[in-house]
T-cell receptor, first 111, second 111 residues
Framework: GQQLNQSPQSMFIQEGEDVSMNCTSS?????WLWYKQDPGEGPVLLIA?????ELTSNGRLTAQFGITRKDSFLNISASIPSDVGIYFC???????????FGAGTILRVKS | DADVTQTPRNRITKTGKRIMLECSQT?????MYWYRQDPGLGLRLIYY???????NKGEISDGYSVSRQAQAKFSLSLESAIPNQTALYFC??????????FGEGSRLTVL
């Protein structure tokens, strides 16, 4: 079953608001990844994190690799309608291992 | 052209029928995966293959089988489809860093 706890499960926000979501685990991971799935499409990689404490940005998106290596956060600033979709966190325990996924956060944006 | 191509994109079938979903990739990756997506359950791994001679069960392999015909091709079969196998199926590829590249999905409905 799922080994990553992702929250919140869903969010319905006003356009222009900032968004935060996170992923936690009882195990240590060496890599954290954040994916976005647009409606009707496959997930696409947004940000990859490889070092504890790392803070990485991609446009309005910022993700952090937690210091304990057991969590990661994704923030979206000034949301817009095209941010709608499902966001997944994923972790890799060691190089070469397969990924473990969170259950996803459904984001809806009200214009 | 997409790097990971799935066929068919949509399929409606009846209980008891045999179904094959096909996946081909141009990424040159050794690793290929089949995932199933259900609302609220995220992405669950069905089978994965780390090279042409390697096949491994994922978390929900019962009722499914796979064939790795070549480095670029990985097919998923449902020998006798049942209604609770109605879902969105994704093929993905990766290199050892773990970053997955997904296909656009195959929506299967079993009546």
């Amino acid at each position: 079953g799922q080994q990553l706890n992702q929250s919140p499960q869903s969010m319905f926000i006003q356009e222009g608001e900032d968004v935060s979501m996170n992923c936690t685990s009882s195990s240590i991971f060496n890599t954290w990844l954040w994916y976005k799935q647009d409606p009707g499409e496959g997930p696409v990689l947004l940000i990859a994190l490889y070092k504890a404490g790392e803070l990485t940005s991609n446009g309005r998106l910022t993700a952090q690799f937690g210091i304990t290596r057991k969590d990661s956060f994704l923030n979206i600033s000034a949301s817009i309608p095209s941010d709608v979709g499902i966001y997944f966190c994923a972790g890799q325990r060691e190089y070469g291992n397969k990924l473990v996924f969170g259950a996803g956060t459904i984001l809806r944006v009200k214009s | 052209d997409a790097d990971v191509t799935q066929t068919p994109r949509n399929r409606i079938t009846k209980t008891g029928k045999r179904i094959m979903l096909e996946c081909s990739q141009t990424k040159g990756h050794d690793r290929m995966y089949w995932y199933r997506q259900d609302p609220g359950l995220g992405l669950r791994l069905i089978y994965y293959s780390f090279d042409v001679k390697d096949i491994n069960k994922g978390e929900i392999s019962d009722g499914y089988s796979v064939s790795r015909q070549a480095q670029a091709k990985f097919s998923l079969s449902l020998e006798s489809a049942i209604p609770n196998q109605t879902a969105l199926y994704f093929c993905a590829t990766s290199d050892p860093t773990g970053e997955l590249f997904f296909g656009e999905g195959s929506r299967l409905t079993v009546l």
